[in-house]
């Protein structure tokens, strides 16, 4: 954060908003290709792995 407030200083507020959106937006593809995944089939070896409690189940 306190990177971020610095770059402010020097740049223009057009960069600040970039770098935090596409900070936000990798967090958010990381999290939802990991639920994904966990919803995915299982890899060889891992079909009877249990799910971590905070990924949803999805029906299909």
């Known amino acids: 954060m306190q990177y971020l407030l610095e770059i402010s200083n020097y740049q223009s507020p057009t960069l600040v908003?970039?770098?935090?959106?596409?900070?936000?937006?990798?967090?958010?593809?990381?999290?939802?290709?990991?639920?994904?995944?966990?919803?995915?089939k299982r890899p060889q070896g891992w079909q009877n792995k249990e799910r971590p409690d905070f990924v949803a189940k999805i029906d299909k």
């Open 17 to 40: 908003v970039l770098v935090i959106v596409g900070v936000v937006g990798f967090i958010a593809a990381v999290s939802i290709g990991s639920i994904a995944w966990y919803n995915s």
